[in-house]
């Protein structure tokens, strides 16, 4: 969810003060549907009177009733004065189908402006759209850092980020920029090496990123057309000779 999307799950809890001894719920109590989160005080959660976890402030519990909703497997008591925060599974149904709709169409947009995904059909866009998570990050921050095994790769949604590769001695230089539209962190999925530059919030920045797993999943009718646009774009002419002195080294 984005920011404000939590918001809306927040404002949506309901709150409510316990006293120590009271009982928020019983083990084989049925038709549970209800997430817990704990804002102050103490509880526990038990299983045939033997105590299984103390929960305190900003622990959860219960969260696969929003998705599984059954009869409670556990007790769960206050050991102090508590205020706790619930969620229900209709209430989160609503607010998860209204985000997944606008993640969808915004994303769905800004997809089919991305020069190498042009080779996908909508089905393909909105299978990539719902597999995308949104990240923000502060201006400075890394996005990718030099060395490191690449994990994820960042569509740009809105800012700008540096990239800074290294010289023949090790120092950092810049090499380009990727805007809106652009996307960073895909060929290290390709090529299964580590990440040869560091990329860098330039100003605040938006993305929707992707994990490794997700990408191989989803994006695996897209490798060749990424490998074609890495080896004709000018923009990867760094990325083309650091992969040529990787090799040599092998080879040596």
Do not use: W
């Not at 607010?95 to 402006?113: D, P």
């Not at 540096?162 to 962190?185: H, L, M, P």
């Amino acid at each position: 969810l984005e920011d404000f999307e939590l918001y809306v799950a927040i404002d949506a809890m309901n709150e409510m003060t316990r006293e120590k001894g009271d009982t928020i719920f019983d083990e084989g109590d049925e038709d549970g549907d209800t997430f817990y989160v704990v804002g102050s005080g103490e509880i526990t959660l038990s299983i045939n009177e033997e105590v299984t976890e103390t929960l305190s402030r900003g622990d959860t519990t219960q969260d696969l009733m929003l998705m599984y909703p059954g009869d409670y497997r556990e007790t769960c008591q206050c050991t102090e004065d508590s205020q706790i925060y619930s969620l229900d599974r209709r209430t989160y149904s609503c607010i998860l189908a209204k985000a997944s709709k606008k993640k969808r169409a915004m994303y769905e947009g800004f997809l089919s402006e991305v020069r190498f995904l042009s080779c996908l059909t909508k089905g393909e866009v909105l299978q990539l759209a719902d597999a995308l998570k949104p990240a923000s990050y502060e201006p400075g921050a890394k996005l990718i850092r030099h060395g490191e095994t690449g994990e994820t790769f960042f569509l740009i949604v809105e800012g700008v980020v540096d990239v800074f590769g290294r010289n023949d001695a090790g120092e950092s230089i810049k090499v380009c920029e990727f805007t809106a539209g652009d996307c960073v962190g895909e060929l290290e999925f390709l090529q299964n090496h580590k990440c040869v530059a560091d990329v860098v919030a330039q100003g605040a920045v938006r993305t929707a990123k992707m994990n490794r797993h997700h990408f191989e999943l989803v994006m695996g009718p897209v490798k060749d057309v990424l490998a074609r646009n890495a080896e004709d774009s000018p923009v990867f002419g760094y990325y083309r000779e650091q992969l040529e002195k990787m090799k040599k080294d092998e080879d040596e």
